[in-house]
């Protein structure tokens, strides 16, 4: 099983992707993992702890090979509005709750959850279950870790 050790930006997209590998954010926020390519192909993650990668980010193996991280549609909730201020209390709330939230134009999405779903109800929104892919925001002491 091929193991891929670093996050690769820009500069060092030096070849083709080879594969892309889809995921949820929890296994995103992983630095050790064992998953499965789009290609059936098993693979090793082993990143430095506290890295997060981001659906579009390249993992590349100690080999060189390149691969395409997507995030992967999962269940999640979308708030929409055209209200500014109630999509910033249904964020503040879920905040407050330690949700990751997405924010979006005219939206915010969090994983879906029937209980905060009665929330988001409660202050005035009708939360819409999908499967969407999610890239909650990182906070302020996100690390993501991009090694040149």
Known sequence: MEEFTRI???A???GGVSDTLFLEYAKREKTRLKAV???GEFI???LPRGTV???GDHLRSESGRLVLVSAAREPVSTAYSDNPELLARIAYHLGNRHVWVQVGPAWVRYLTDHVLDDMVRGLGCEPVNE???FEPEGGAYHVHSHEH
Do not use: Q
Request: proline share 6%; aromatic share 0%; no cysteine.
């Open 8 to 10: 690769v930006g820009d």
């Open 12 to 14: 060092d997209k030096i």
């Open 37 to 39: 390519l789009d290609s």
């Open 44 to 46: 090793g993650i082993k």
């Open 53 to 55: 990668v981001r659906g």
């Open 131 to 133: 499967n969407a892919p």
